[in-house]
């Protein structure tokens, strides 16, 4: 590819990024007005899963300055190579307990709290590097035996033993929705959480007040069910790119189950 075709392959994708960025943004704010929000009370983590770094340094250039990643190993190498930029990283995938200390190196908050193990295990990280990190309890709310977090009826005594962990700063609840055409049993499950979120939340010091839900199939319905945090991957950068690593032969809009 010579210079002159490099340089417009670049200006076509920014193009591209900023029309979708336009376009997520206009139904963000029109799911707000619906459901009578402010668009301040919404915020975008833009999942950047698969996504090249290059591509996620053409975003930040667009305004973006917060990235959620499901990899803790796929994020240290984005970390890595945008270490340049001032950027925010989120884990927003299961944590194995053993991918702890690196997560705890660069992530400014996390998603998927699940067990009391893996609080323990994020306790002792932190305790060591003399830090506190941002956490959202995640709860499986479709009841689907594929999906990580938290069955209903534990949430309580979770939120219970929190206090116990004083490195853990807990922010709200996560889920993802079933992944259905049937937009009731979607919306049943951002209503589920607003539900539980409701009844923990005056709990004394629980903190837990944001949700965490929605993704490019369905953050219109989380936020119209009170959504605080979207996490949208390919509503903003299209098609993934394949496993192998070859680059995108385009950017699409889309929908997927993991953002």
């Known amino acids: 590819m010579s210079e002159i075709d490099s340089e417009r392959f670049t200006d076509d994708r920014r193009s591209l990024l900023r029309s979708n960025l336009d376009e997520l943004e206009h139904r963000i704010n029109m799911a707000c007005v619906r459901a009578g929000r402010r668009r301040s009370e919404v915020r975008l983590l833009p999942v950047s899963k698969r996504v090249p770094s290059a ?5 930040s250039e667009l305004g973006l300055s917060n990235f959620g990643e499901n990899k803790v190993q ?25 991918k702890v200390k690196s997560m705890v190196n660069f992530a400014s908050e996390f998603h998927a709290l699940d067990s009391l193990r893996l609080a323990d295990a994020l306790q002792v990280r932190l305790g060591a590097e003399g830090r506190r990190l941002d956490v959202f309890v995640q709860v499986n709310t479709s009841g689907e035996e594929s999906k990580y977090g938290l069955s209903p009826n534990e949430v309580a005594e979770f939120v219970r033993r929190l206090p116990d962990y004083p ?6 609840f996560m889920t993802l929705a079933i992944f259905s055409g049937d937009a009731a049993k979607v919306r049943e499950c951002f209503k589920l959480l607003r539900q539980l979120r409701d009844a923990l939340r005056d709990r004394a010091s629980s903190g837990l007040n944001l949700l965490s839900m929605g993704m490019t199939s369905d ?3 989380a936020i119209e069910e009170g959504a605080d945090v979207i996490r949208v991957g390919q509503a903003i950068f299209g098609s993934r790119p394949t ?7 385009r950017l699409l809009r889309g929908n997927e189950e993991s953002s």
């Open 243 to 249: 496993k192998d690593g070859h680059y995108w032969p």
């Open 167 to 172: 490195a853990l700063i807990p922010r709200g």
């Open 74 to 98: 796929e994020a240290e190498g984005k970390v890595r190579d945008l270490a340049d930029l001032s950027l925010d990283w989120s884990i927003i995938g299961h944590l194995q307990t053993n």
């Open 219 to 221: 953050f219109e319905m």
């Open 55 to 59: 591509i996620v340094r053409m975003a």
